[in-house]
């Protein structure tokens, strides 16, 4: 018998090889991607990427926002706050955070705009000044714009463009219904005061997350989906707005695909446009952004990121990661895993991403409001 089969403390030499190469795929993904060790080998991400803890005990964090002077701020939605989450040392770990505001309702996303820090709170936009710069609001601040709709899906995501206009998406009041208030399931259109509001584009279920493309100045949305038709069905949508258009919901998804409730109006979704991409049903993705910085290799620049938030009503448990859409001539062309294993393998979940936004220099950073964390994303080449 050939030496390499003869026993060692009761496990053959054989079966040892093949525990330390399982090992190894465990450590070095077969698609390439590397393990980080200081999540105790929980978090995949590509090769020459790491990751590391930048703040904690946060709470419910969501919304996340950089401001003019490069300071990260974090939306606290069950704590009521807006706080910024500073890193005095400069080493990648937040040594100390400052509550910008509290008393807010349920604030859900921030913008910085003009001099002043916009949040969306669930049933309105506030603005407030920083003029001496020291991460905390001077005064009560000012209501933009007020009454907003808060039952069912009552966040509010505020994003400006390259117009200087204010755009918030306000969700459906559920899962597939005629609204009655036609502000529901849309992105209004306001001026930085919150006058002149329009309705920008509508038929979108709950587009939670918006993004301004850093060339094209166009608005995209990512349009949280309906539920209760099946683990694959509707796909989550990638949506380039248009003013005036409208995107299907409640009567159809994607191309024109009908919701069997609406099955006999369907000239309903004759002059409804379909996504410019789709993406697994149920992912919840609730924020995203373009990179355009340069800690990213090159390949990497003008893709977008999205957070998936992952699933609550599939059989099979999906989401709950970092997605790169790759961009080519300004259209998505293929998505892939960028940060993923918050859902372990065995279908429990230790943390929900939410939001992204990046550093001047491009670093990334992550919001988790199941483990109240803050994440960094930077690429060192090992």
């Not at 005095?88 to 820090?117: C, M, Q, T």
């Not at 209501?143 to 206009?165: N, R, Y």
């Not at 950073?365 to 960094?376: A, L, M, P, Q, T």
Request: aromatic share 10%; charged share 25%; glycine share 12%.
């Amino acid at each position: 018998m050939p030496k390499y089969f003869n026993s060692i403390g009761g496990l053959s030499a054989m079966t040892l090889m093949i525990s330390v190469s399982a090992l190894l795929l465990i450590l070095f993904c077969s698609d390439g991607a590397s393990v980080e060790d200081s999540f105790e080998g929980k978090l995949s991400l590509p090769l020459g990427f790491s990751v590391t803890l930048f703040a904690e005990g946060l709470g419910k964090a969501r919304g996340i926002g950089i401001s003019p002077e490069g300071e990260l701020f974090v939306c606290l939605m069950d704590r009521g706050e807006l706080v910024a989450v500073l890193d005095e040392d400069g080493d990648g770990i937040s040594d100390k955070s400052l509550i910008f505001v509290d008393g807010l309702r349920n604030p859900h996303s921030v913008a910085f705009f003009d001099g002043y820090v916009y949040i969306g709170e669930s049933d309105k936009i506030t603005r407030f000044r920083d003029d001496d710069g020291n991460n905390v609001a001077d005064g009560e601040g000012e209501v933009v714009v007020s009454g907003l709709p808060t039952i069912g899906h009552f966040t509010k995501t505020v994003a400006f463009g390259p117009d200087g206009m204010m755009y918030v998406s306000i969700g459906s009041s559920c899962n597939i219904c005629d609204e009655s208030d036609p502000r529901r399931a849309t992105v209004m259109r306001y001026n930085p005061d919150g006058s002149d509001e329009t309705i920008f584009s509508n038929g979108l279920r709950n587009s939670v997350a918006l993004a301004f493309h850093p060339e094209s100045g166009e608005l995209w949305a990512a349009n949280n989906g309906r539920d209760r038709i099946g683990d694959d069905l509707p796909p989550e949508e990638l949506n380039i707005l248009a003013e005036g258009k409208h995107y299907g919901w409640p009567y159809c998804y994607g191309d024109g695909n009908m919701n069997p409730e609406y099955s006999d109006e369907k000239s309903k979704c004759d002059e409804t446009l379909p996504p410019v991409f789709e993406m697994q049903a149920h992912s919840a993705p609730l924020g995203m952004r373009f990179y355009s910085g340069t800690e990213f290799p090159t390949e990497y620049r003008g893709d977008l990121f999205i957070a998936f938030h992952g699933s609550w009503n599939r059989s099979k448990k999906t989401g709950y990661k970092i997605v790169r859409v790759l961009i080519e001539d300004g259209s998505p062309v293929g998505i892939e895993d960028f940060v993923s294993g918050w859902l372990t393998p065995y279908g429990s979940v230790w943390g929900r991403p939410v939001d992204i936004e990046f550093s001047v220099n491009g670093a990334m950073f992550i919001s988790d409001d199941e483990g109240g964390k803050i994440y960094r994303v930077v690429y060192d080449g090992n």
